[in-house]
């Protein structure tokens, strides 16, 4: 008989990825307990994302257990993204990464068109090599800056806050819409507004969506338009640009109001997970923003035509 002893019990294992189920959540809560010392943002979304009924939700097993997992999201018509990819930190190195990744791009190929997007940490090389190895193309950087919020009351200008901001009615976004593709400012986001961490080129069903949250504005009766969430960051809530759509020159008095609609809002900051494009970094700098974190995220995107690549 042949010795295998040398063999480890697991090496005969093969990695199987499939669409995840409920009974899985045990395994996925003590996989993402080993990301990030135990603050992953995945057993936030995971009841949501099971019961999403668009996009796939998979899991990798090794040895009948969960290594690994991620999220194809569908977001518009022509839109994907690609998110929460996990290994388990004993399981990494064994191309697990690959080989959920592979499954997705060959669902998203199966099933959808248009776009498929993903971000990565710029010190991510394993996946960013990953991405380009699989046809992605890099679209963008991104990394937040922060500025303390302005109190409208302790500013010279007196203009009320409903001058500067007035809210979009649901009839206005095919006008809006129209407005922020056409803005000089868009090409200093690589064309692309924040979706939550998900960068994706501005479409009428992101922009209802902001109206119906009440986070889509017009700036000075037109002049500009922001678009905004309410989300964490280090810790404390607070309003975070996702489109700024203004004239170059009125940037930073844009920016200046944001600050003050932060305020307004009795936020103590506000925040912008702002593209580094090399134009864009001093008006930031002039507006009182400051880069909050050393690192940055790289959006990818691979482009679907109705044939494999």
Sequence with gaps: M???NWLRSDSLCLVVCRPALAGDTAEVMELTSQIWEGNDYIPLV????????????????????????????????????????RVHPDYESRGIASHLHNYFLAYWQEHY?????????????????????????KVGEFTPFVASSLNPLQEVDKVRMEDKFTKLDISEVPQALQFALNSPSLPLAYGLMDI???WVKPTARFFQEAVKRGKAMWWRKGLG???????????????ILQLIACPLEELLACLQDF????????????????????????????????????????????????RMV
């Design 113 to 137: 068109r248009g776009v498929l997007g993903v971000a990565t940490g710029s010190d991510n090389l394993a996946v960013q090599h990953l991405c380009e190895r699989s046809g992605f193309i």
């Design 225 to 239: 338009l922001i678009i905004f969430s309410i989300r964490e960051h280090d810790g404390e809530d607070m309003p």
């Design 46 to 85: 995971w009841e949501d994302w099971l019961s999403d009924p668009e996009g796939l939700l998979a899991v990798a097993e090794y040895g009948g257990h969960v290594v690994g997992l991620g999220k194809l999201s569908h977001l518009d018509v022509d839109e994907c993204w690609l998110e929460g990819l």
């Design 2 to 4: 042949t010795n295998i």
């Design 196 to 198: 939550d961490w998900r």
């Design 259 to 306: 600050r003050m609609l932060s305020g307004a809002l009795n936020y103590n900051r506000a925040g912008w997970m702002a593209p580094r494009h090399p134009e864009l970094i001093p008006i930031l700098s002039e507006a009182g923003f400051v880069r909050d974190w050393d690192l940055s995220l790289y959006a990818y995107q691979k482009n679907w035509e109705g």
